[in-house]
């Protein structure tokens, strides 16, 4: 692991992102297909506008519930959850 890199949890499996990165981006290659949210229709959603507006990026970090992905930088060690395993 490159010395500017931490080690987050998304959906329980260990991930390596730089630091400084955003949960969004860190989602965005690790968590493929990046689904963060299902709507009330269960349809998936996943970021939009990259600037907390759209509100399409909720996720659970550290188990605080409807933290914005987008507006969120990595720590080392926090704990992401997804709707992404989600039917």
């Given at each position: 692991?490159?010395?500017?890199?931490?080690?987050?949890?998304?959906n329980?499996s260990?991930?390596?992102?730089?630091?400084?990165c955003?949960?969004?981006?860190?989602?965005a290659?690790?968590?493929?297909?990046?689904?963060?949210?299902r709507?009330?229709?269960g349809?998936p959603?996943?970021?939009?506008?990259?600037?907390?507006?759209?509100?399409?990026?909720?996720?659970?970090?550290?188990?605080?519930?409807?933290?914005?992905?987008?507006?969120?930088?990595?720590?080392?060690?926090?704990?992401?959850?997804?709707?992404?395993?989600?039917?």
């Open positions: 692991m490159p010395e500017n890199d931490i080690e987050i949890f998304i329980g260990s991930v390596k992102v730089a630091t400084g955003s949960v969004a981006a860190a989602l290659v690790a968590a493929a297909p990046g689904i963060t949210r709507s009330v229709s349809m959603r996943a970021p939009l506008c990259g600037m907390g507006i759209c509100q399409e990026c909720r996720v659970s970090i550290d188990g605080r519930a409807h933290r914005l992905a987008c507006q969120t930088e990595c720590a080392a060690g926090m704990r992401i959850e997804t709707a992404q395993a989600v039917a």
